[in-house]
């Protein structure tokens, strides 16, 4: 008798443990909310405002994209890995020269999720003294590497005044597979298109090897949504013209 009721006792706690986990897993990988400080994942305002933001910079493909930016007379955010940084110091410093606003991804890019206060401290400070050594001025922003954070990341934001800065628009996330680069292409530049609204944020992630798609997407999303209205700013911009503060 004894021994049934332990079994449907442990099995309840097993569930209930299994269940929680589940939820914070889901909580920590929200694009929309995070226990502090809250996010942003998008803007409200009236004006036709989008955000280009580009993640895990700086590598060689760097100047690809600078190069694509500089033709199209186009400002963008660059999420910087601080061990990349470390890595091409003289890219970094080229993001900045070319007027780019540059935010923080992280030192090493490891995932936020039952990470100690220190090692949080450790990895956003080391990669903004990074960012700094690059000669940028402006405001640095956070974004999560992989979109993940549970407490101790928030937390430390939050204690720093840091904004943590999601997207709402990533077509990465939907790629077909099996598809050419030049499929790809085409569906990266439609779905963003499509769904981009005033005051997103577009993540695109166009810097390594295998990821021309991106890369090619970039020119033709600026034309598209150039011919739509649409002003392309920076975070900080996007912040500023934000409605509700
Ligand atoms: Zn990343």
Known sequence: MKT??????????????????????????????????????????????VALTFDDAPTLKTADVLAILKQKHVVATFYEIGKEIE???????????AGMEVGNHSYS?????????????SEVQKTNDLIRSTGYKGDITFRPPNGKKLFSLPWYLHQHGIQTIMWDVEPDTYLPTNQTEDE?????????VANVRPGSIILLHPFCDTCGGDRRAIGQIIDDLQSKGYKFVTISQLLASSTQH
């Open 4 to 49: 049934k009721r332990f079994v449907r006792v442990a099995g309840c706690v097993l569930i209930s443990a299994l269940l929680c986990s589940y939820i914070l897993f889901q909580i920590s990988k929200s694009r929309t909310f995070q226990f502090f400080g809250g996010l942003t994942y998008r803007v409200a305002t009236d004006h036709k405002v």
């Open 87 to 97: 890595r091409y110091p003289e890219i970094a410093k080229a993001v900045v020269a």
């Open 109 to 121: 890019h490891q995932r936020f999720l039952l990470t100690s206060p220190s090692f949080v401290q």
């Open 184 to 192: 790809q292409t085409t569906f990266l530049v439609g779905y963003t």
